[in-house]
């Protein structure tokens, strides 16, 4: 780390903690040619992670938008905020881990329809009816048939 007195770039760490509730550490350090001593902070450099969405538009992944759609899902059903909010943890957390830079809103919609379908089968099927654009009641009786077939296994 280069001295911002002499521009001597070796110095010692004298001491470490975290900070920000463990996002960064905090490091206390002394230049070894002028003995000046400095504060650097250290965290994770984070990559926002891009959805591409179905008409090829790019925004920023925003954890709010899969509140928003799974609040409105589960309205008026026994599914607590805690049980959404865990739902938005897990999908966010999936899609960290995969390390892509760009995931496709396809990628969010089913995780986001996997973790509804343990949590509330009617939640699942209203937001699998605007997520999948059912067109006609058809198209609706279809995927109820697969949750019926999947519950009869």
Request: net charge positive; glycine share 4%; hydrophobic share 30%.
């Given at each position: 780390?280069?001295?911002?007195?002499?521009?001597?770039?070796?110095?010692?760490?004298?001491?470490?903690?975290?900070?920000?509730e463990g996002t960064a550490i905090r490091r206390r350090r002394e230049c070894l040619r002028c003995?000046?001593?400095?504060?650097?902070?250290?965290?994770?450099?984070?990559?926002?992670?891009?959805?591409?969405?179905?008409?090829?538009?790019?925004?920023?992944?925003?954890?709010?938008?899969?509140?928003?759609?799974?609040?409105?899902?589960?309205?008026?059903?026994?599914?607590?905020?805690?049980?959404?909010?865990?739902?938005?943890?897990?999908?966010?957390?999936?899609?960290?881990?995969?390390?892509?830079?760009?995931?496709?809103?396809?990628?969010?919609?089913?995780?986001?329809?996997?973790?509804?379908?343990?949590?509330?089968?009617?939640?699942?099927v209203r937001f699998a009816s605007v997520y999948r654009e059912f067109k006609d009641t058809q198209?609706?009786?279809?995927?109820?048939?697969?949750?019926?077939?999947?519950?009869?296994?």
């Amino acid at each position: 780390m280069k001295c911002p007195f002499c521009s001597y770039e070796d110095s010692k760490v004298l001491d470490s903690r975290p900070t920000n509730e463990g996002t960064a550490i905090r490091r206390r350090r002394e230049c070894l040619r002028c003995k000046k001593r400095f504060t650097t902070y250290e965290k994770i450099e984070e990559t926002p992670l891009i959805v591409v969405k179905k008409n090829g538009d790019r925004e920023t992944f925003d954890r709010s938008k899969i509140l928003k759609g799974v609040i409105k899902s589960c309205e008026k059903r026994p599914v607590s905020l805690s049980q959404i909010e865990g739902l938005a943890d897990s999908v966010e957390e999936k899609l960290m881990s995969t390390m892509k830079k760009e995931v496709s809103s396809n990628e969010v919609g089913e995780l986001i329809m996997q973790g509804l379908k343990e949590i509330d089968q009617v939640a699942y099927v209203r937001f699998a009816s605007v997520y999948r654009e059912f067109k006609d009641t058809q198209s609706f009786m279809k995927e109820l048939q697969k949750i019926i077939d999947e519950q009869n296994n």
